[in-house]
Each structure stands twice: as C-alpha cells, then as structure tokens.
C-alpha cells in the first residue's frame, strides 16, 4: 500500500509559476516509477511528466520547457516545477506511483491548480 499526499495548488495569473509536491509513503526506491498527471474539466486525465526507478524522465510536449519533474530521495517526495502557466494548464493534477514489486498504480487525491487573471 502507498499513500500519496499532494500539495502546493492553487490559483496563479498566466505566466506565474507554482510548485507542486507528492509526499510517498514508502521510500521512493521501492517505487518503479513516479509522475503528475492532470484532468481538466470534460476531459480525460493526461500523463503530464513522469521519472522512473532508474531517473529516465518524460513529459508531454505541451509543458516541455515549460515544467520541471523532480524528486527528493531523502524526503520520498517528488515535485513539479510549473513555470510560464497558461490558462490551458487549469485542471487537477494528480500524483501516481507505480510499486515496483507489484506493478500496482497508486494515486493522490488531487489538487486544483487554477490559471486565470
């Protein structure tokens, strides 16, 4: 079992900058993977960036440049760095852990990140 508790949403004008953070359970190394994923509303939940047990790092092209996954193993904290918001980037972002022993998803519960003027 992991349980994963989200932080750091909220509301930012276009172009502001937040940090999101995941707080896992269990100790990042008994992981397989970690990422963000984020559902707008009326739409499906999107993979937004994810970084595996070895440190290969993904992210959809729409927040390439723009967003920066990262991870404290000391802490069992993974974090998002969400800079040049747009207003596209509205939705609630999920964190998810993948246990590497059973390959079973776990996911937080979700925070609201809002960018609007």
């Known amino acids: 079992q992991v349980q994963l508790v989200e932080s750091g949403g909220g509301l930012v004008q276009p172009g502001g900058s937040l940090r999101l953070s995941c707080a896992a359970s269990?100790?990042?190394?008994?992981?397989?993977?970690m990422g963000w994923y984020r559902q707008a509303p009326g739409k499906e939940r999107e993979l937004v960036a994810i970084?595996?047990?070895?440190?290969?790092?993904n992210y959809a092209d729409s927040v390439k440049g723009r967003f920066t996954i990262s991870r404290d193993n000391a802490k069992n904290t993974l974090y998002l760095q969400m800079n040049s918001l747009k207003p596209e980037d509205t939705a609630v972002y999920y964190c998810?852990?993948?246990?590497?022993?059973?390959?079973?998803?776990?996911w937080g519960q979700g925070t609201l990140v809002t960018v609007s003027s």
């Open positions: 998810n852990a993948n246990l590497y022993v059973t390959r079973l998803n776990y």
């Open positions: 269990v100790t990042i190394f008994r992981l397989n993977s």
């Open positions: 970084i595996t047990r070895d440190g290969t790092i």
